[in-house]
Each structure stands twice: as structure tokens, then as C-alpha cells.
């Protein structure tokens, strides 16, 4: 149903059809320019493959980080107090407006092997730049604040005279987690999950400046279609209709979860 309230006015309407064209125009050139007659030479090319494959194996690997970290940071944002919060959230939103490339290379000044941390790890035999492992963990930085954001908005949202009547019941805490808690917020959980995974699997700035461009062991398809576009513009929008497909089923699924719509 619609929401309840006065139409927009006429002037409204059409500024934000304006906006909505703005918004659809760039997908419409990529359908438009697209060299249909070679999108399955372009899909079933190596390249694209390996491309396509890490880029499942990174989101995915990143977004169940972001889950096992995300979830207990969201749970703290929600029902933590005290001076700490007003430091913690604004760091757990900043990944999501610094611009990605300085992501990276804060990424590069902490994990690489003259980091702060990779001097040591390197020690022990550990390098992260330029691996698979370096672009999950590029990929799980942007990711991990829409998981706990997500998870704190339905923490805040759950009533906890729930959980506060399986307690008085008996129930521990981790039946309770189980039983009362998750099933509550399995929309919010799912929901941030798969915003996650849509954002991991779109990084590039963070990823080609702290895990690199190499086919095979760091090539997402973002960074492919980088590559694409300096030899061969016309698989670069072929490439590009694969995430715009993939991001816009992620949205379909949840608008249907989120608000019921048909």
C-alpha cells in the first residue's frame, strides 16, 4: 500500500523522474553499446572465468568474515554505552566514505611487509599483499561495516523483553542467542549479509592498490573490466552486465525480503 500523506507536487515529480533517468541512462548506454554477438566468446573466455571465479571466492570469503566479526560489533554498537561508542561507530562508518584506493593503501601502511603489522607477520613467512588472502581482506574492509550496521539497526529494533522472558525462563544465553535472538534479526542479518557480499564483490580501488591485478590470484571481474577497457572496450561492457545483473538481483531479493513487494 502507499504511504499515507499529500501526493508530491508536479514540480517534485518531475525533478525526480529527472534524477531516475539520470540514474537508469548509464545502464541503458551499457545495454545499448553492448557487442551482444560476442558476449558468450567474451563469458567463456579465461580471462573471464578465473575472473569470475575469485570474484565468488573473494565476496563469499569476505562476507563470512564480515559476518563472524560483523555480527558481535554490530551487537556491541547496539547495546554498548559509555564514552567508547561515540570513537568506535564513527571508525566502523569510516570505511564507507573514504574512497576506496585510500583504503588500500592504509591497507598496504598496516598489513604490508613494511607495515606496521606485515614487518611482523613477514618475519614469520606471511605475505598478504598481492595474494588472494590480501584481496579478501581488501574486500572484507569494505564490507564489514553494512554487516554490522545492519546487524546493530536490528539490535536496536528487537524488543528485549524477548530475550529477557527466555532468561526467566532458564534459557542460557546461548539458547537464547539461537533460538530467540537470531531468528528475530534474520532479516536484518540476511539483509546486510547480502549488501556485503554486492559491495565485496564490486571492490576495486582497495584491491588493486593492496592485493594488486594479477589474473588468476587477484583479478576480480571489477578489475578485469579495468583491464578490458584499455584492450578491449567492447568485453569490458559485457563484463560490466555481469555485476550490473548480479548487483540488481541483490537489490530484487532484498526489496521482496525487506518490504513484501510482489
Do not use: K
Not at 538481483?249 to 526489496?255: D, F, T
Amino acid at each position: 500500500m502507499p504511504p499515507p500523506g499529500r501526493p508530491a507536487p508536479a514540480l517534485a515529480r518531475a525533478a525526480a523522474l529527472v534524477a531516475v533517468a539520470f540514474l537508469v541512462l548509464p545502464l541503458v548506454g551499457l545495454a545499448a553499446r553492448a557487442p551482444w554477438g560476442r558476449a558468450g566468446d567474451v563469458l567463456r573466455a579465461p580471462a573471464t572465468l578465473d575472473a569470475f571465479r575469485l570474484s565468488l571466492v573473494v565476496s563469499t570469503t569476505a562476507t563470512a568474515f564480515s559476518f563472524v566479526f560483523g555480527f558481535p560489533l554490530g551487537w556491541w554498537l547496539a547495546r554498548g554505552g559509555g564514552r567508547a561508542m561515540a570513537v568506535v561507530r564513527p571508525v566502523v562508518l569510516l570505511p564507507l566514505v573514504l574512497p576506496p584506493v585510500v583504503g588500500g593503501v592504509g591497507l598496504l601502511a598496516a598489513l604490508g611487509r613494511r607495515g606496521i603489522v606485515g614487518a611482523w607477520l613477514a618475519r614469520l613467512g606471511i605475505h598478504l599483499p598481492f595474494t588472494t588472502t590480501g584481496a579478501i581482506l581488501a574486500a572484507t574492509f569494505v564490507s564489514l561495516p553494512l554487516v554490522a550496521l545492519a546487524v546493530e539497526g536490528g539490535f536496536r529494533a528487537l524488543d528485549p523483553r524477548f530475550e529477557d522472558a527466555a532468561a526467566a525462563m532458564g534459557a542460557s544465553r546461548g539458547y537464547t542467542l539461537r533460538r530467540v535472538t537470531l531468528p528475530l534479526l534474520g532479516a536484518q542479518v540476511a539483509a546486510g549479509l547480502a549488501l556485503g557480499w554486492a559491495r565485496a564483490l564490486g571492490e576495486f580501488g582497495a584491491t588493486i592498490t593492496f592485493a594488486g591485478n594479477l589474473q588468476g590470484r587477484t583479478q576480480t571481474l571489477p578489475l578485469a573490466v579495468y583491464e578490458l577497457l584499455q584492450t578491449d572496450p567492447d568485453a569490458a561492457i559485457v563484463v560490466s552486465l555481469i555485476l550490473v545483473v548480479v548487483a540488481a538481483a541483490v537489490l530484487i531479493i532484498l526489496h521482496r525480503r525487506l518490504f513484501g513487494a510482489a
